[in-house]
């Protein structure tokens, strides 16, 4: 039967080793915009085209103009300050930072600053 072929070439497909990585890498993304906007959409905008509600909080999307955003991984995971009194400070579990993180790279507007991790 044609369509259990395609049942199976899709099967194939969807658990192959790259599709399941890049399906992972997904999940990663929506995890830390659901985080970002739960911590940090107070303040900052954390969209494509957004703007920052509190007066001088970054827009998430341009961080990359300032610092390799991957640096922040491990700062988010650590406790994580940006010495503004405003902001309070974050501790996250690794997987959270991970997931903020991923998230983060995947809207930077200025892709040539975005580091590449593989
Ligand atoms: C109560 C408001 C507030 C919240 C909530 C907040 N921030 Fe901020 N954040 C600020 C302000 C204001 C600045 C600007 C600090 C400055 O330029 O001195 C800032 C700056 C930053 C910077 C840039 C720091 C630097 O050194 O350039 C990063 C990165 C950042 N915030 C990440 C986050 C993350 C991630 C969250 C959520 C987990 C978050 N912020 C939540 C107010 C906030």
Do not use: N, W
Request: with cysteine; glycine share 6%.
């Amino acid at each position: 039967m044609l369509c259990r072929t395609a049942a199976l070439v899709l099967a194939v497909a969807m658990f192959g080793a790259g599709p399941a990585a890049a399906q992972s890498q997904r999940v990663l993304v929506q995890r830390g915009e659901v985080l970002v906007r739960q911590h940090c959409a107070l303040c900052h905008a954390v969209g494509r085209d957004d703007a920052s509600r509190y007066p001088g909080a970054p827009p998430f999307r341009e961080l990359s103009k300032r610092y390799p955003v991957d640096v922040l991984e491990e700062a988010l995971a650590e406790g994580f300050t940006s010495g503004h009194p405003a902001m309070p400070e974050f501790t996250f579990s690794p997987e959270r930072a991970a997931a903020i993180v991923a998230y983060l790279m995947s809207i930077q507007t200025d892709p040539g600053a975005r580091p590449q991790r593989r």
